[in-house]
């Protein structure tokens, strides 16, 4: 059956194409919300103060209690001493704040705990409860508001999604219904002959799943111009995004897209079949 609407065809690609983009921001956000917190967990710097007076047989203990830990992240185990503190305080360019000759700073170990770990108070305990350890430090990550933010962010992004949504729908109804007016004489001669329902739908299911794929490739290029673009300006945005999830987004606005078309269209046309041959001079 001749397509009769191309032209139109085209924003109908153009606009799904755009529902489609917006629609897998938002499972990108969704999917990857839980990988940011885990990372912002790990790239946590926890700092162990030492006494002034412990000597280095108490530092090689706690830095090997620390490098026993199977929640540790071993590379991350780091020994500051006040020397380097104060000569990094004097590249700054800050130390005339201070006196030379009286360092105000302590020994630290620091160290990165894996994501998965839940008991940091505990940790916490053991730590200051060792000889030669004067306090225990840690950055004060809001993580669930990191999180909440992040869902936020990915409604936002669903609802524009449905806001272009309903422009695309509003315009694959007009444009199907151009074309199945310019058809409804076809349509109608095809029931008068006896075809069944499936056979006249057949060729517009068709078309919508081609329209529907090619607008999923489009979005799909889009989000993967995205990605490379995010993850090329900002490392640690390569370090977030995760190729499996993209492809996932991109396998399921790509079934979606294909769905919401052919159901559409089988909805509409279903309307033109229960036509009397009276209706379609009007």
Excluded: C
């Excluded at 940091?120 to 004067?134: H, N, P, Q, Y």
């Amino acid at each position: 059956m001749e397509n009769k609407s191309k032209g139109n065809h085209f924003y109908v690609i153009l606009s799904t194409s755009i529902v489609l983009f917006f629609l897998g921001l938002f499972l990108l956000v969704l999917l990857h919300s839980q990988h940011l917190v885990d990372i912002l967990k790990e790239k946590a710097i926890h700092v162990v103060e030492l006494e002034q007076n412990v000597n280095s047989a108490g530092k090689e203990a706690i830095l090997q209690f620390l490098g026993n830990q199977e929640y540790i992240l071993p590379e991350s185990i780091a020994f500051i001493s006040k020397e380097d503190a104060f000569r990094s305080l004097e590249l700054s360019k800050d130390s005339s704040l201070f006196n030379a000759s009286l360092n105000p700073f302590s020994d630290v170990i620091s160290y990165q705990l894996l994501s998965t770990f839940q008991e940091k108070e505990t940790l916490k305990k053991d730590i200051e409860s060792m000889a030669g350890v004067a306090q225990h430090y840690s950055q004060n990550i809001f993580y669930d508001q990191i999180k909440t933010n992040l869902i936020r962010l990915g409604w936002i992004l669903f609802f524009l999604a449905l806001i272009f949504g309903f422009l695309a729908f509003a315009l694959i109804y007009s444009t199907l219904n151009l074309q199945l007016y310019s058809d409804r004489f076809e349509i109608k001669t095809m029931e008068l002959v006896g075809a069944e329902d499936g056979f006249i739908i057949k060729p517009y299911i068709a078309q919508a799943l081609r329209v529907g794929f090619l607008s999923s490739i489009i979005a799909s290029i889009l989000i993967i111009i995205f990605y490379f673009i995010t993850g090329v300006s900002s490392g640690f945005f390569a370090e977030i995004l995760q190729f499996q999830w993209i492809l996932l987004t991109i396998v399921i606005i790509s079934l979606i897209s294909m769905l919401f078309l052919s159901m559409s269209n089988r909805f509409l046309i279903k309307r033109y079949l229960s036509k009397q041959m009276s209706d379609l001079y009007n």
